[in-house]
Structures are given as C-alpha cells and as structure tokens.
C-alpha cells in the first residue's frame, strides 16, 4: 500500500516519463506536469497508462502529466467523453494511483473544479 498524499512526480519518475514519451523536459521545470503538459498527446499517454513495467511513482508521474493534458483540453473545450472514459476506466484499475490523484488534484488543490471530480470520482 502507497501513501496516497503525493505533492508531485519525484524527479526519478520525471526522468522515467520523460523518456517514455520523448519530453522535451529541461530537468528545471517548477512545476512538471503543467509545464510538459500536451493535449495533442493524450492518446500517447493513455496508452503508456496501460503498461505493466510501470512503477508506482511512474503511474502516479504520467496520471499527474495526463491528467495536467486533459484538463488543457477541456478548458479549450475540446475534450470529448470517450478520452474521460478511458481515464476513468485506467484509474479505476489503478486504485493507489487514483487516491493519490485525488489528494493532490481535489484536496491539495482545494479545487471545487467539476472537471477533476468528473475524471476522478466519476
């Protein structure tokens, strides 16, 4: 079992996710997961979601990136339900993870954001 209070991607992680997906990080970013974060590549990353030989901190650093992408999407408006469902559906098998998103996205956050709670109390 996992501490689900996580306050960001520990730079291993960060270093692990940003060779996965080819980020163009800097190793100085202040806050990772909103300055990488891509909406045209959500699909990538929910994709890497889906494998196996992640490690915790890696699961949590690429849900924190994913989730940081989404929301950039919805706020353009242009985050369609199929993208949600396939959140949902990769944190809903990743139960740590998802407790962990919800610490740092709704509680940490204080965020009222209908958006987080859609993605992840769904």
């Known amino acids: ?16 996710i940003n060779d996965l997906l080819s980020l163009p990080a800097t190793g100085k970013e202040q ?20 494998a196996r030989n992640l490690n915790y901190d890696e699961r949590c650093a690429l849900f924190l990136l994913l989730i940081a992408s ?6 353009a408006d242009e985050l369609d339900g199929d993208l949600i469902e396939k959140a ?4 809903n ?6 407790e962990a998103m919800i610490f740092y996205w709704i509680e940490q956050r204080s965020s009222d954001d209908t958006f987080m709670r859609k993605i992840l109390l769904g």
Do not use: C
Not at 32 to 50: C, G, T, V
Not at 70 to 75: A, R
């Open 93 to 98: 098998n990743n139960a740590d993870v998802r």
């Open 70 to 75: 989404m929301e950039e999407k919805s706020e």
């Open 1 to 16: 079992m996992h501490d689900e209070r996580i306050y960001g991607a520990t730079i291993d992680a960060q270093r692990s």
């Open 31 to 50: 806050d990772w997961e909103f300055e990488l974060a891509d909406p045209n590549r959500i699909d990538e990353m929910l994709q890497a979601a889906k």
């Open 88 to 91: 949902q559906s990769l944190l």
